[in-house]
């Protein structure tokens, strides 16, 4: 019962207000790490590194918090918070917004925010092998985005450490779309108007679009395990 509650508040606590990230006797918190910059301006994350590691060098987790794309920062960490006390090394990241940048402006930024992990795996003693990525709501669309759209797919940016790889060990979504077509049958108005302002245009006036921001349009043999998990309240269609 622990556990599941522990989960619990792990998927749900991203969309809810949060203060500012503090250590705690489970981890140290380094905060407000300049990863990459976006659009000329300093993109920031919190890293947690566990004070019991799980393994030597460490696994490594970024969170994506969720907020369909339009609202939320690198303090709704709950997941982060959640793995680096079970001894993983965790980032939580600010990526851009829909109201500050279009898609893919939060995909470069997530890839970015891998790629500087990688980068820096000396730093925080961090396995640069084993490098995953999780995510709830909109979030888990850009975990699976980030693991699912390799270099060739052109959603890199320019944001820092070009010569980088954002390959990654493990992904994992809860409950995050994974095909924007299917938006006009089975999303809610709520969540087209969140996917057009994301877009930034509507479906019938550009559906390629919606095929470039769709995971599942990058899907390959050679992808890492992805794991996407929905539940039976997740308004979210279960074909995406």
Not at 60 to 76: F, Y
Not at 98 to 127: H, M, T, V, W
Not at 208 to 234: C, E, K, V
Request: net charge positive.
């Amino acid at each position: 019962m622990k556990a599941l509650t522990l989960f619990a508040i792990a998927i749900v606590s991203p969309l809810l207000a949060q203060d500012e990230n503090q250590s705690t006797a489970s981890y140290a918190v380094v905060a407000n790490v300049q990863y990459c910059t976006g659009a000329g301006k300093p993109l920031l994350m919190d890293v947690f590194v566990p004070r019991q590691r799980i393994h030597q060098p460490t696994p490594a987790v970024l969170w994506l918090h969720g907020g369909g794309w339009e609202r939320g920062d690198k303090n709704g960490s709950s997941g982060a918070q959640f793995l680096a006390s079970a001894g993983f090394v965790t980032a939580s990241i600010y990526y851009r917004l829909s109201g500050e940048a279009k898609f893919p402006a939060d995909i470069e930024d997530c890839k970015c925010a891998i790629r500087y992990l990688r980068a820096n795996a000396g730093q925080y003693r961090i396995d640069p092998s084993r490098i995953g990525v999780a995510g709830a709501s909109s979030g888990g669309h850009l975990a699976m985005l980030v693991g699912t759209a390799d270099e060739k797919a052109g959603l890199e940016g320019s944001g820092g450490w070009q010569m980088v790889s954002s390959r990654l060990k493990a992904v994992v979504s809860y409950y995050g779309p994974s095909d924007f077509r299917s938006m006009t049958v089975d999303f809610g108005a709520r969540a087209q108007a969140a996917i057009i302002k994301l877009l930034g245009v509507p479906f019938q006036q550009n559906g390629n679009a919606y095929l470039l921001g769709s995971p599942i349009m990058y899907i390959s043999p050679d992808d890492p395990p992805l794991r996407s998990t929905m539940t039976l309240s997740t308004p979210v269609p279960v074909n995406s």
